[in-house]
């Protein structure tokens, strides 16, 4: 089972450029995340989508754009991306209210 | 407002040195209280979820409880390989939002 699948795994941005991150997961969960991670502040939730078809902002979504294109898939959008941008993004699903299944994140740095 | 608040941020332990880290929260209707695991370089993974106080739940080293305030993670006789940060989440009723602490950074000395 491939679980929850982040591409690109690393990518340099000049600033203003654009670029999505793709994330799909195999499990049939409902619910999907896209979250950000930088040193000292943990995980912090940028968008959420419960079903296909929704979506809801969270914590940080100032600067983000999201796409549920179906259940499997949840794209993340940089319009024109920033150096505060710097981070890493993960992805998650979960079928409800358990555990959630994480990708292996998406090392982001905008110059 | 929710909060969500881990302590220490991170431990230094020596090999077999049992220990506990907190999770304290303040939030209205919680529905699931979870843990999990971060190595570095990864995507953090799943460990337990506790939905009421008094709830405990264990695997190997690790075991986790809940009061009506805050959640332990206790860790005992570790191991380096038990080296990692660790999360805790929560979601509420009504907003299933799954909602993260900074983390305790954890190593576990030889």
């Known amino acids: 089972n491939a679980g929850v699948t982040q591409t690109p795994k690393f990518q340099v941005l000049k600033t203003g450029q654009s670029m999505t991150l793709q994330c799909a997961q195999d499990?049939?969960?409902?619910?999907m995340y896209w979250y950000r991670q930088d040193p000292g502040m943990g995980l912090r939730l940028i968008y959420y989508?419960?079903?296909?078809?929704?979506?809801d902002k969270g914590e940080v979504p100032n600067g983000y754009n999201v796409s549920r294109l179906n259940k499997r898939e949840f794209s993340l959008r940089l319009e024109s991306a920033a150096p505060s941008q710097t981070s890493v993004y993960f992805c998650?699903?979960?079928?409800?209210?358990?555990?959630?299944?994480f990708g292996q994140g998406t090392r982001l740095t905008v110059v | 407002e929710d909060q969500v608040t881990q302590s220490p941020e991170a431990l230094r332990l020596q090999e077999g040195e049992s220990s506990s880290l907190n999770c304290s929260y303040t939030?209205?209707?919680?529905?699931?209280l979870f843990w999990y695991r971060q190595d570095p370089g990864k995507g953090p993974e799943f460990l337990f979820t506790?939905?009421?106080a008094g709830e405990e739940k264990e695997k190997e080293r690790l075991k986790a409880t809940l009061t009506k305030k805050e959640s332990f993670l206790h860790i005992t006789a570790p191991k380096p390989e038990d080296s990692a940060t660790y999360l805790c989440?929560?979601?509420?009723?009504?907003?299933?939002?799954?909602?993260f602490g900074t983390g305790t950074r954890l190593t576990i000395i030889p």
């Open positions: 998650a699903s979960t079928p409800g209210e358990s555990e959630a299944f």
């Open positions: 499990m049939n969960h409902n619910s």
């Open positions: 989508s419960a079903s296909e078809g929704t979506t």
């Open positions: 939030v209205s209707g919680l529905r699931g």
């Open positions: 506790l939905y009421s």
């Open positions: 989440a929560h979601t509420n009723f009504g907003n299933e939002k799954l909602t």
